[in-house]
């Protein structure tokens, strides 16, 4: 194990599980879909799928279980990912359902409007398959998002995935970002604190910390966490960079990158997938976190969801290339 409790990445790839979209928006700022626009797509997303393939991109090895149709869509999200370096063996594909979509405009105010097609869609069919169990009992480290929790079926392929991961001394990380209407479902919060309890990394944005921890405060909610299980906690912080907080106490702030937004979409993603994947190649907290940061700023950058992902040497590009912003 790595000073972190992280899995080192010789022990098996980085998977997780859940939704493969493709994501369609428009153009032009406005308002809804109630007149004809012009959109342009189709971009490979599912927060997921842009999770693995920053980590595949920066030299992870990694792989995801996941379901797509028998389209054009599913097609174009199976190629990227396989040119990427991510395995797709257990991603299947529905003879019935068409891939999931996502229809995005983006308001003047830069809030967005969604129409969304998954639960039914073949990003709802996701089994625990021959090709699924096969990945799961190689893999060395689980990725849990919280987008999953609407995914019919894909906490009981997590939990089996927990067991199998953890009983070859594996490593779980969790991104706790649960839409709050699935909270308030006992079941839904019971799973939610399940996985709290167990993960070795938690992985918030903003608010995310303090209902994961169930408690206000940032340095409160730090506490409670490494209290259960946590040995780090990866806090995102947008455009004020990032900080990771340690179990022995320490804390490294990072600052944000300097870029010109274009697209938010999946910046969280690319931030855990570089993260996560940068501590199981062995790299210190402070590499790390720069190289995610710069994942996540570097997406941004392009339109689509996971159009900026970047390798290793363009992440090195791109650090030496863009300013920092002050903390």
Same mark, same amino acid.
């Given at each position: 194990m790595t000073r972190t409790g992280l899995a080192p990445d010789a022990l098996g790839p980085t998977?997780?599980?859940g939704e493969i979209l493709v994501e369609i928006m428009a153009t032009d700022r406005g308002t809804g879909f109630l007149e004809?626009?012009?959109?342009?797509?189709?971009?490979?997303?599912?927060?997921?799928?842009?999770?693995?393939?920053?980590c595949a991109r920066i %030299? @992870? +090895?990694?792989?995801i279980i996941a379901c797509v149709g028998d389209d054009d869509f599913g097609?174009?999200?199976v190629a990227r990912l396989h040119a990427d370096g991510a395995d797709v063996s257990a991603i299947s594909t529905s003879p019935e359902f068409p891939t999931g979509s996502a229809f995005v405009r983006y308001r003047n105010d830069?809030?967005?409007?969604?129409?969304?097609n998954i639960a039914r869609s073949a990003a709802s069919q996701i089994d625990l398959t021959a090709a699924a169990r096969a990945l799961i009992a190689r893999s060395g480290h689980l990725h849990v998002m919280g987008t999953a929790f609407a995914i019919p079926g894909a906490i009981e392929i997590i939990e089996y995935a927990i067991a199998t991961i953890?009983?070859? %001394? @594996? +490593?779980?990380?969790?991104?706790?970002?649960?839409?709050?209407?699935?909270?308030?479902?006992s079941e839904t919060r019971a799973r939610f604190a399940r996985l709290v309890d167990i993960a070795d990394l938690i992985l918030p944005s903003g608010e995310e910390l303090f209902v994961a921890a169930g408690v206000g405060g940032e340095s409160e909610a730090v506490h409670a966490l490494f209290a259960r299980n946590a040995s780090e906690v990866a806090l995102k912080r947008g455009a004020k960079g990032s900080t990771v907080f340690t179990l022995e106490g320490r804390r490294i702030d990072c600052p944000a990158f300097a870029v010109e937004e274009i697209d938010p979409t999946g910046a969280g993603d690319c931030f855990g997938g570089a993260y996560v994947a940068c501590r199981r190649l062995g790299m210190p907290i402070e590499q790390a976190l720069t190289y995610a940061n710069a994942a996540g700023a570097?997406?941004?950058?392009a339109r689509g969801p996971m159009e900026g992902a970047g390798t290793r040497a363009e992440l090195d590009a791109f650090i030496a290339m863009t300013p920092g912003r002050s903390i």
């Open positions: 998977i997780t599980i004809p626009i012009t959109l342009i797509g189709p971009y490979p997303s599912g927060a997921p799928a842009i999770f693995i393939d920053q %030299g @992870g +090895s990694a792989g097609r174009v999200n830069g809030s967005r409007d969604f129409v969304f953890k009983a070859r %001394g @594996g +490593s779980i990380s969790f991104d706790p970002n649960v839409r709050k209407e699935l909270l308030g479902q570097r997406n941004v950058t």
